[in-house]
């Protein structure tokens, strides 16, 4: 298992996914997603960037798929569109990329023999916790286009495996935060607000609760499942520790040192049934097949987020709701 194709390596968990493979000696193709500035996102910037293969493209074209597949051992398949608010606006594109994108990559797995495929799911695709910790058995509940496109890449990818006999494994990652993460997401959108002087913060539901794991952490997980865990199983990928995001700002703001206010801002609400009210994860399916763990603690891995966002303040947008 030497050549691995990574899709969605041109952004925040592919591009950790890469430096985490690179460091552990496989060779890797790196999509990125293809744009007339021929700009490779989160690669740009990776000190391993002159040793991957680099190739630009488009999961939702299955002529592009097919060549991408052709030639490597595994498949890391994270490339997808993430954002929540975004699909409600745009639910065509999230089943063209999710589902269609990834049937492309199925069907180019199998015709190419792939020796393992990874899939990428999320914590998302359980809804709000019907029982804590959420194991694999927890029903699925479609709260927003995105989980549902999730889904249905997640039921597609695990039906290759029942048709085909094609080896499937669904990596299945509860929330990850980190360096390079993007503004639509809670922890930075809060670190660029404070960075940039607000001392009135916009907020949105600060009463949810997530299960927070360090990118880093997540990216072992996905390594681990590069050689451990059995085809056809879906693997839960989370700290096991929840904490409610009014907890989270309030260490955000004790590592900052700064007191804030909070503002409600309308927009960042959810419409009721969609939000997804709590997550937290049973990681004991993983750990049963595998030495793996959750290793960086949250304050930890803030103050690592910390440092990234203010080293970086000028690649964000201050002043604006980022979806
Ligand atoms: N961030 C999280 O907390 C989290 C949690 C659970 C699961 N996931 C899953 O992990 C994966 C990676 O998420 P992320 O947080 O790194 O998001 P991200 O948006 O940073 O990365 C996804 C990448 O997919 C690429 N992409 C989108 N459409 C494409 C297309 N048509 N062709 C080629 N590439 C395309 C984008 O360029 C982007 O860089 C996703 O599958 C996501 O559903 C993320």
Not at 254 to 277: C, F, G, H, W, Y
Request: with cysteine; glycine share 6%.
């Amino acid at each position: 298992m030497k050549k691995i194709l990574i899709t969605g390596a041109d952004g925040f968990i592919g591009s950790h996914l890469c430096e985490v493979l690179h460091a552990k000696g496989y060779a890797i193709r790196a999509l990125s997603f293809y744009n007339s500035f021929n700009f490779w996102g989160h690669l740009e910037h990776l000190e391993c960037r002159e040793d991957l293969e680099i190739v630009s493209g488009d999961l939702r074209d299955s002529f592009f798929c097919d060549s991408l597949v052709k030639g490597v051992d595994a498949v890391l398949h994270l490339g997808a569109l993430i954002a929540i608010p975004y699909s409600y606006a745009a639910p065509q594109s999230y089943v063209d990329t999710n589902i269609q994108g990834t049937l492309n990559l199925l069907e180019a797995a199998k015709k190419h023999a792939i020796k393992r495929f990874i899939h990428t799911s999320t914590s998302e695709v359980y809804g709000s916790a019907i029982y804590t910790p959420i194991d694999e058995k927890h029903p699925l509940q479609p709260q927003s286009p995105y989980s549902a496109s999730k889904i249905g890449a997640d039921m597609l990818a695990l039906s290759y495996f029942y048709s085909f006999n094609l080896p499937i494994i669904v990596a299945r990652p509860f929330n990850a935060y980190g360096p390079r993460q993007s503004a639509r997401a809670f922890i930075p959108a809060m670190m660029v607000q404070i960075l940039s002087g607000a001392r009135e913060l916009k907020v949105g539901d600060l009463s949810t609760k997530r299960d927070l794991n360090f990118v880093r952490d997540t990216c072992e997980g996905f390594a681990t499942l590069l050689t451990n865990g059995d085809f056809g199983e879906v693997y839960n990928i989370g700290s096991g520790v929840e904490y409610t995001m009014s907890e989270v700002l309030e260490l955000i703001c004790e590592l900052s040192e700064v007191e804030v206010k909070i503002a409600q801002d309308k927009t960042r609400l959810r419409p009721k049934n969609s939000e997804v009210t709590r997550l937290l994860c049973d990681s004991s399916k993983l750990k049963s097949v595998s030495a793996w763990e959750s290793k960086v603690s949250l304050k930890e891995g803030l103050e690592q987020t910390l440092a990234y966002v203010k080293a970086n303040l000028n690649a964000y947008k201050t002043g604006i709701y980022n979806v």
